[in-house]
């Protein structure tokens, strides 16, 4: 069961409703008939919320009254874990699960082996590297990452959902590198300033909320000189919601700046603008977006 950002932000003041809906849709459907999940979700959606001034109204609501806080937890993994989810996570630090995640991973990123090791080669890019890694997921970054590490880097990877965070550790067991994943929200990190040589995401921030705050945290907890490096998609996820509602792009593009969820490179560079951070490279790649990388000064 995940909530996603967006539906947090459309259900930020009655989230019990979207919570018992998606737990209702990821028994029925889940994983075998995603075609199913997304069009009852979206059924559900319709209903919900009706009109276009129904979906502004509860944009307005989060774009005032939103923070970085949970709510609800994403999934049954992140903020209330109870005993049946520790059992059923326990199984994600082994060196099974390494292997496993690591072969899937391996075969995606061989389908553009040079993108890949750029993206690698941009944090590893000292001779002793501190990486901190925000958004671990099913571990695709953090492979490309790992798999490049050298015995004097050390990696750290951040994610708000356990089982995430369980993956990085078997992925940095898989390959035997020096590396840890921590359960923590990226809105509060739980770092001293200045720790790290390298942060990086890969297509994670796409999915959270609360941008700004996050990428102020990002930038207390890098060294002076040290690199951001994000690879982030050159659309939103959310577009669809928008579209479905009649929205222009300049629209959307807006108001995804006002909810303050990723709108596009532009935003991030905004952002970064008034953070002390310098853009240094950028590599384009028409399917898939941008790697950005920033100095901090
Ligand atoms: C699409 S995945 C990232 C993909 C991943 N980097 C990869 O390469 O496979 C997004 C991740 O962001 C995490 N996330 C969302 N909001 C977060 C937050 N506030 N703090 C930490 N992690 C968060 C989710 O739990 C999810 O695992």
């Known amino acids: 069961m995940v909530i996603n950002a967006l539906d947090e932000v459309l259900f930020w003041q009655d989230i019990a409703v979207i ?20 069009a009852e979700k979206k059924q559900f959606l319709q209903k919900t919320i009706p009109t276009k001034a129904d979906f502004l109204r509860r944009l307005e609501h989060y774009a005032e009254n939103g923070t970085p806080t949970w709510i609800s937890g994403r999934t049954d993994y992140c903020d209330d874990l109870g005993m049946n989810a520790l059992k059923k996570a326990i199984h994600f630090s082994t060196p099974e699960n390494g292997e496993q995640k690591s072969a899937k991973a391996e075969s995606v990123l061989a389908r553009d082996p040079a993108f890949w090791t750029q993206y690698a080669n941009e944090i590893l890019s000292k001779d002793k590297n501190t990486v901190l890694e925000m958004t671990i997921g099913a571990g695709l970054g953090t492979t490309a990452i790992l798999r490049q590490m050298r015995p004097a880097d050390m990696y750290f990877g951040v994610d708000i959902d356990f089982r995430c965070a369980k993956n990085a550790d078997a992925l940095a067991r898989h390959y035997q590198v020096n590396g840890l994943g921590i359960t923590a929200s990226l809105w509060n990190l739980p770092f001293d300033d200045n720790t790290f040589s390298t942060i990086c995401s890969n297509q994670g921030l796409e999915e959270c909320r609360e941008i700004p705050t996050i ?9 002076p000189g ?30 995804l700046c006002r909810l303050r969820v990723y709108a596009g490179i532009e935003q991030i560079d905004a952002i970064l603008l008034t953070q002390s951070m310098n853009p240094i490279t950028r590599k384009e790649d028409a399917a898939k977006g941008y790697i950005a990388v920033y100095e901090k000064i």
């Not at 809906?21 to 997304?38: E, G, M, N, R, W």
């Not at 996820?237 to 593009?253: K, P, Q």
């Open 215 to 223: 990428l102020a945290e990002s930038v207390r907890v890098l060294q």
């Open 19 to 38: 919570h018992e809906v998606i737990q209702d849709l990821t028994a029925k459907y889940h994983p075998h008939d995603p075609q199913s999940y997304f």
């Open 226 to 255: 040290g690199k951001l490096v994000l690879h982030c998609l050159k659309t939103s996820h959310w577009v669809r919601y928008f579209t479905d509602y009649g929205f222009s792009d300049a629209e959307i593009y807006d108001w």
